[in-house]
């Protein structure tokens, strides 16, 4: 069972806190379905935490309601045939101060951390932060965010998101944006995978075992859980304290000082 997806409960119950810490520096996280096997959201907008209600009302955590609805279709088709269903989610963080993690120490850069975290979760194949994957196949000169100076807030700010909130290691004060990518569960409603009886070394097929038709609607809760634990963890050893409202007062005393004042929070 310590292999088994129920260890994540624990992970979850620790993270409620973790999130309560964040939201004390004013960081919110969420997540949302973006595939489901073939099914993919169409969705050029990243929801904002003032858009959680609508993602917590969808059955499959979708953001996009007519990807939703096909999403559902791809399910219960899978159901009738005894398969299962792989798919991404992907982890917003907003609020995310500037400077979490490290440049120098390859063991702290921010990125490195949060893809640890989320390779870590049960059926997990692949983490990228940003575009990713998206941007190797990309050139220099299309692969990297703009800076800008934002007069308004008087601050830089990138003109898109592609690094996801992360560069060098450490966050930029952007959006923090990450997508993991969970492969079809191997547990099957149908004898169909082909194995080896350990007894007679004879090939034979797996045994029909109850099973989710998919988890990736899951997976979204568990990896908001592991984004908030490695970012308590960074704030708690960027701003330290012995209580909460110290260490609030310490990233706003940090904040203020960076860029002449402005708060660098995405």
Same mark, same amino acid.
């Given at each position: 069972?310590?292999?088994?997806?129920?260890?994540?409960?624990?992970?979850?119950?620790?993270?409620?806190?973790?999130?309560?810490?964040? !939201? =004390?520096?004013?960081?919110?996280?969420?997540?949302?379905?973006?595939?489901?096997?073939?099914?993919?959201s169409k969705s050029t907008r990243l929801p904002a935490p003032g858009d959680l209600d609508r993602i917590d009302e969808s059955s499959v955590r979708c953001f996009d309601a007519d990807a939703e609805a096909a999403m559902v279709d791809e399910i219960k088709a899978a159901a009738r045939e005894g398969d299962s269903l792989g798919g991404v989610v992907e982890v917003l963080a907003y609020g995310v101060p500037v400077g979490l993690g490290s440049h120098v120490h +390859?063991?702290?850069?921010?990125?490195?951390?949060?893809?640890? !975290?989320?390779?870590?979760?049960?059926?997990?194949?692949?983490?990228?932060?940003?575009? $990713?994957?998206?941007?190797?196949?990309?050139?220099?000169?299309?692969?990297?965010?703009?800076?800008? +100076?934002?007069?308004?807030?008087?601050?830089?700010?990138?003109?898109?998101?592609?690094?996801?909130?992360?560069?060098?290691?450490?966050?930029?004060?952007?959006?923090?944006?990450?997508?993991?990518?969970?492969?079809?569960?191997?547990?099957?409603?149908?004898?169909?995978?082909?194995?080896?009886?350990?007894?007679?070394?004879?090939?034979?097929?797996?045994?029909?075992?109850?099973?989710?038709?998919?988890?990736?609607?899951?997976?979204?809760?568990?990896?908001?859980?592991?984004?908030?634990?490695?970012?308590?963890?960074?704030?708690?050893?960027?701003?330290?304290?012995?209580?909460?409202?110290?260490?609030?007062?310490? =990233?706003? =005393?940090?904040?203020? =000082?960076?860029?002449?004042?402005?708060?660098?929070? $995405?």
């Amino acid at each position: 069972e310590r292999a088994s997806a129920r260890e994540t409960a624990a992970r979850v119950a620790a993270g409620a806190v973790a999130k309560k810490l964040l !939201a =004390a520096l004013d960081v919110a996280i969420l997540s949302h379905v973006v595939a489901v096997g073939p099914v993919e959201s169409k969705s050029t907008r990243l929801p904002a935490p003032g858009d959680l209600d609508r993602i917590d009302e969808s059955s499959v955590r979708c953001f996009d309601a007519d990807a939703e609805a096909a999403m559902v279709d791809e399910i219960k088709a899978a159901a009738r045939e005894g398969d299962s269903l792989g798919g991404v989610v992907e982890v917003l963080a907003y609020g995310v101060p500037v400077g979490l993690g490290s440049h120098v120490h +390859w063991d702290r850069k921010l990125d490195a951390l949060l893809a640890q !975290a989320l390779m870590s979760i049960q059926a997990v194949k692949g983490v990228e932060i940003g575009d $990713g994957f998206e941007v190797a196949a990309r050139r220099g000169s299309a692969a990297h965010d703009p800076i800008a +100076w934002d007069a308004e807030d008087g601050r830089y700010r990138r003109e898109s998101g592609l690094a996801g909130g992360v560069e060098g290691g450490i966050s930029t004060g952007e959006v923090l944006r990450a997508r993991l990518a969970m492969k079809p569960l191997a547990t099957l409603n149908r004898p169909v995978l082909k194995t080896v009886d350990t007894v007679t070394k004879e090939e034979t097929v797996s045994f029909k075992e109850r099973t989710d038709v998919t988890a990736v609607p899951a997976l979204g809760v568990v990896a908001e859980t592991m984004v908030a634990l490695v970012l308590a963890d960074e704030v708690s050893r960027k701003f330290g304290g012995d209580s909460v409202d110290e260490l609030v007062r310490n =990233a706003d =005393a940090y904040l203020a =000082a960076v860029d002449g004042g402005s708060d660098r929070r $995405g």
